[in-house]
Nanobody, 122 residues
Framework: VDLAESGGGQVQPGGSLRLSCETS????????MDWVRQVPGKGLEWVAR????????YYADSVAGRFTISRDDAKNTLYLQMNSLKLEDTAMYYC????????????????RGQGTQVTVSS
């Protein structure tokens, strides 16, 4: 099993980034998928969820209206489109598979990636 995030980088406030999470080794379509983020020294923050089969999506209040989670099960890939980025969006972003009610640790997920860094700065 492998989950590989990409698309992170440095961007100015107000800018956009699109994160990708390429998966292999498991049937993506059957899993709820989350994006979570973490800043060193702070707890894990759940960002967005897309249910298995891709019908329903959910967002943290902090990103609702700015971020969009999507999936292409045929390509085994999860996405996070991030618009109107703010300084406080700076974090390491992880994709993770499995349903976790209020995640506190990446280890609670069935599968998780290594993360991609997003830095928002002027």
């Amino acid at each position: 099993v492998d989950l590989a995030e990409s698309g992170g980088g440095q961007v100015q406030p107000g800018g956009s980034l699109r994160l990708s999470c390429e998966t292999s080794g498991f049937k993506l379509s059957t899993y709820d998928m989350d994006w979570v983020r973490q800043v060193p020294g702070k707890g894990l923050e759940w960002v967005a969820r897309i249910k298995s089969w891709g019908v329903h999506t959910y967002y943290a209040d902090s990103v609702a209206g700015r971020f969009t989670i999507s999936r292409d099960d045929a390509k085994n890939t999860l996405y996070l489109q991030m618009n109107s980025l703010k300084l406080e969006d700076t974090a390491m972003y992880y994709c993770a598979a499995g349903f976790v009610q209020r995640p506190k640790s990446l280890s609670e997920y069935t599968y998780r990636g290594q993360g991609t860094q997003v830095t928002v700065s002027s």
